[in-house]
């Protein structure tokens, strides 16, 4: 089955600096990578998702980049906000909409 | 869309006890799910339904876990008898494949045995 690695565990930036969050999947068949965001006490919610015929996708300050040769896909935050910091999970699945397998998770903090 | 609801929103119980957590997913979402959170283990997924049918429950952690969907609108994860170490926040999410990937989490059942 799948496996989804995600470094790193934790991640603290200057507010204003950039994030980069990485993860890597086993199963060469996964074609959606999702990303979603999880702040303290509340649900995932996703923010931003790429498919496999895709190498980048961007949405304002947040970007996601695949490789699927090498089998990772990195979230990328610019100009991060003291509202950015939560815990960022990635996922993959090869059955499009059905069972994700998400990685451990990237806290990350926004220092003023 | 009041989105996937969830309940109870807490629950404490007594180790021994049966435990039952409740979702109702959004109107016209054909996939549910069953994931489980806790600090150690990140979040797993347990079990999934399409249509009101099991398709994977490989995640179910033992026989002390049971999984139904009576109908499009409703769904149970039950916990019996319940142990200290099932103490996670169980969220219910859903989603449609006529749409987007997209999971739609519900709030979240916080369970504490104690």
């Known amino acids: 089955g799948e496996n989804v690695e995600q470094h790193p565990s934790t991640l603290s930036v200057q507010e204003g600096d950039s994030a980069v969050i990485k993860c890597t999947y086993s199963?060469?068949?996964?074609?959606?990578f999702p990303w979603y965001k999880q702040e303290l006490g509340k649900r995932p919610q996703l923010i931003i998702d790429i498919r496999s015929n895709v190498g980048e996708k961007k949405d304002q300050r947040i970007a996601v980049t695949l490789n699927k040769t090498a089998k990772h896909f990195s979230l990328h935050i610019t100009e991060t906000q003291p509202e950015d910091s939560a815990v960022y999970f990635c996922a993959a699945t090869s059955n499009y909409g059905q069972n994700f397998v998400f990685g451990p998770g990237t806290r990350l903090s926004v220092l003023p | 869309d009041a989105g996937v609801i969830q309940s109870p929103r807490h629950e404490v119980t007594e180790m021994g006890q049966e435990v039952t957590l409740r979702c109702k997913p959004i109107s016209g979402h054909d996939y549910l799910f069953w994931y489980r959170q806790t600090m150690m283990r990140g979040l797993e997924l347990l079990i999934y339904f399409n249509n009101n049918v099991p398709i994977d429950d490989s995640g179910m952690p033992e026989d002390r876990f049971s999984a139904k969907m009576p109908n499009a609108s409703f769904s149970t994860l039950k916990i019996q008898p319940s142990e200290p170490r099932d103490s996670a926040v169980y969220f219910c999410a859903s989603s449609t494949l006529r749409e987007t990937g997209e999971l739609f989490f519900g709030e979240g059942s916080r369970l504490t045995v104690l």
């Open positions: 199963d060469s068949a996964s074609n959606y």
